[in-house]
Structure formats: structure tokens, C-alpha cells
């Protein structure tokens, strides 16, 4: 083995002293180069997004709700303390939900109200964080106050410290139409969330939501966040036949889950597409390693002269090719790393010099690129490139074997 590596890597330096690298070979490697960097680049880039979608969206949003199918929920401690009990079930709140228009001057907006406990929240949730000014300090119930999105706010042109009427429809049994509730309320803080939360949440605090609605001590439903948050339909459906109370159980992957599916869709078309451009890259070595074995014809014929064995020289070209794969995919890796490290500064960059941004925060839930690094990408896709190199290398290495000494000297 150490005899087959070391004339290989003579073959190598002798080809480049006598300034014969064939141009192919240097294509190849480079292939494999730019196709390993652009799939580490693009794995880091889903890394990024699956990791500011568990950061950013799964640390606000409950990861499940439970609910009755009618009316609201009364008896909610008792299951409030039934879920706490179970293990998988890290939070267990209660919550107010209903829709309503929220109007500033002429303008208005439809939105989703949502009542909760300030100081619970700020226990269990990381929703305090993205209040700008750190004003989720300052919201306290009984005092007319709400916190609306960003996007919302600048749409009703509201900034912190106005005031917006929000209007609640009033449900009538006669099947007559009543004017809604309108409640005068200061916007206490805004919150800077990307996407559909910041267009169209607005919280107020649980005990003023139930006196909006006159429900009460009752509340909408009670939302948990679980431990194993990919896995929360199968926890919350588990959880949900072991309560006392028939409720509805709805978690967020029927709001969010498209976001992580699209992203798992994403990483898998993306090995796909990348493995076949290495693939051709590394197949490229087949044509390299055909011209080496055609330059080398006298040298593999005064091997065997000497008593090299096939085997050998089998070894000898699959190193060869090898090799170019190692120095293809070190080039790769490398590369792949530092622009994958710096992604975000760099799509930054780009994107002031064209005056435009890629993603829009009243769309997506990020309004930048991420882009996060990991170790075991890195390892699958090197391994991967070495094996296709290696796959590609044994046609021309068992043709090499095949060159018959006695008519390649007698030719010389």
C-alpha cells in the first residue's frame, strides 16, 4: 500500500515537472471543489434557517393548544395542573383568543387578539425578548394597554406611546346584528417579529381580555409548549387521550409546520442535486486518469519489467485518482467553510451594493440569510466525494493493468 501511494504521488510531481498536467485534471479537481463548497454552503444555509425557525418562530408561538369544540374553557386549572403533571409538557398557560379590527384615525386592520399572563409568559417564553425598548416590563393589566407587531403599527402609522381603538364583534342570539365593543388602548410596546405574527398579533393581558369578552373566570384554552418540539403532534395526541376532558388538540405544525417541511424538502433535493454535480466531477477523473495511464505506458511496462504485480499498479492509478479527489475536496471544504461562516455578512454586502433585499421580513420569519456550520455535513459530503473519486478511479486503474511490457519497449 505505502508503495503504490508513494509512486503514485511520483507520477503526480513527475507529470508537473515536465509541465504536462493535463488541463482536464485541473478541471476536475476543481469541479469537485466548487460542487463540495457549494453544497456546504447550501446545508449551512438550511441549518440557519431550521435553527432561527426554532429560535425565532417555536420560541413564541405555544408549540399546542387545547380547547373544547364549543364555548370556552371553565374548569381550565384543573387542566391546566393535568397537563403540568405529565412529563413531556414543559409549559402549560392559559389563554384568551379572538378576532377583532383594530382602527387608528382612517385606518384598519383586521388582527388576532391574544389575552395572556405578562408575568407568566415572561417564565416560559422568549416572546418578552422581541418587545422593542424593553417595554414588556411596563405591561400591566387594568391599564388599557396592548402590544402590537411592528408590521401592524406601520401599516396604522402607531408608534409606542399612541393610542388605537380596537372593536370586538358582539355575538347575539336573535340573530340581529349589534354594534361592536370599541375599547380605547394605549400601545404600550411593538413587537419586532418577521413575518405573518408582526402583520396581524396583538396581545393585552388575560384578565383584561375575559373582561372584554365578559366570560369570566373561563378562558379559551389552555397552550403548552413540550419538550421535543419536531415531535409535538405525536406528544400532544398521546397527551390529549389521557385527559379528563375531551378537548381539541391542534399544534403548530398546522400553522408553521410547511415552514420545516419546506426546509427538510429543501435539504434533501439539495444532496440530490449536489452529489450528481460531485458525481460528474469526480467522473472526470476517469478521463484524467485515461490520459495518465496512456502517458505512462512505458513506466507501467518497466514496472512489470521489474516485477511489478497487476494488483500493484491497479493501486498505484487508484491513488491517483484518489488523490486528485482528496485535493478536490480539502479545496472544497475549505472554501465551502469560510464563505458558509461568513454568509450572512456577504449576502449583506451584496444586497446594499444592489439596493435590494432577498427576503422580506413582511413574509419570511427571518429578513437576512442565516447560515450555520455543521460538523457532520461537512463529514458526510467529504466522505461522499472520496468514494465517488474512488468508484471512478478503478476502470482506468484495471486498464492500466492490461498493458502488455513486451510491445509498449519494443514500440520505444
Known amino acids: 500500500m505505502n508503495l503504490s501511494l508513494i509512486t503514485a504521488i511520483k507520477f503526480r510531481k513527475g507529470r508537473r515537472k515536465s509541465g504536462m498536467v493535463s488541463l482536464i485534471s485541473i478541471i476536475s479537481t476543481l469541479s469537485i471543489a466548487i460542487g463540495i463548497a457549494a453544497l456546504i454552503i447550501g446545508l449551512s444555509a438550511m441549518n440557519g434557517f431550521e435553527r432561527e425557525l426554532h429560535n425565532r418562530v417555536l420560541s413564541v ?17 384543573h387542566v391546566q395542573q393535568e397537563l403540568k403533571n405529565n ?16 382602527e387608528n384615525g382612517s385606518k384598519l386592520g383586521a388582527v388576532q387578539v391574544q389575552g395572556l399572563d405578562p408575568e407568566q409568559e415572561m417564565q416560559v417564553s422568549s416572546l418578552p425578548n422581541y418587545v422593542l425598548n424593553n417595554k414588556w416590563q411596563n405591561f400591566k393589566a387594568e391599564n388599557q394597554q396592548v402590544i402590537i407587531g411592528a408590521g401592524l403599527a406601520k401599516s396604522l402609522s402607531v408608534q409606542e406611546g399612541g393610542w388605537v381603538s380596537l372593536l370586538i364583534p358582539v355575538s347575539s342570539n336573535q340573530n340581529q346584528l349589534k354594534p361592536p365593543k370599541r375599547v380605547r388602548l394605549q400601545v404600550v410596546g411593538i413587537l419586532e417579529l418577521s413575518g405573518s405574527l408582526s402583520n396581524n398579533l396583538v396581545l393585552i393581558p388575560l384578565t383584561d381580555a375575559q373582561k372584554l369578552l365578559d366570560i369570566g373566570d373561563s378562558v379559551t384554552g389552555i397552550m403548552v409548549n413540550v419538550d ?29 409546520g410547511f415552514m420545516y417541511h419546506d426546509i427538510q424538502m429543501i435539504r434533501k433535493i439539495m444532496y440530490l442535486a449536489m452529489i450528481v454535480v ?26 512489470k519489467t521489474l516485477g511489478a504485480t497487476n494488483q500493484l499498479i491497479k493501486h498505484i492509478f487508484i491513488w491517483y485518482g484518489v488523490i486528485s479527489g482528496v485535493i478536490g475536496s480539502l479545496i472544497g471544504v475549505i472554501l465551502g467553510v469560510v464563505i458558509a461562516w461568513q454568509l450572512s455578512n456577504i449576502i449583506e454586502i451584496f444586497e446594499s451594493l444592489i439596493g435590494h433585499k432577498f427576503l422580506n421580513s413582511n413574509i419570511y420569519f427571518v429578513d437576512f440569510l442565516p447560515s450555520e456550520i455543521h460538523m457532520m455535513d461537512i463529514v458526510i459530503v467529504f466522505i461522499t466525494a472520496l468514494l465517488l473519486s474512488l468508484i471512478a478511479s478503478y476502470y ?15 514500440s520505444f
Open 228 to 256: 421535543q418540539v419536531y415531535n409535538a403532534n405525536q406528544i400532544l395526541n398521546h397527551v390529549a387521550l389521557n385527559l379528563d376532558e375531551n378537548l381539541i388538540v391542534n399544534s403548530w405544525e398546522k400553522s408553521y
Open 87 to 102: 412529563s413531556n409538557i414543559v409549559s402549560a398557560l392559559p389563554f384568551v383568543n379572538f378576532t377583532g379590527l383594530i
Open 396 to 410: 482506468p486503474a484495471r486498464r492500466a493493468c492490461k498493458i502488455d511490457p513486451a510491445r509498449i519497449l519494443n
Open 278 to 303: 460531485i458525481g460528474v466531477a469526480c467522473f472526470n477523473i476517469v478521463s484524467t486518469l485515461v490520459i495518465a495511464v496512456k502517458d505512462k505506458q512505458r513506466d507501467i511496462a518497466i514496472l
Open 61 to 77: 408561538v405555544p408549540h399546542g393548544q387545547f380547547y373544547p369544540e364549543y364555548g370556552n374553557l371553565d374548569n381550565w386549572q
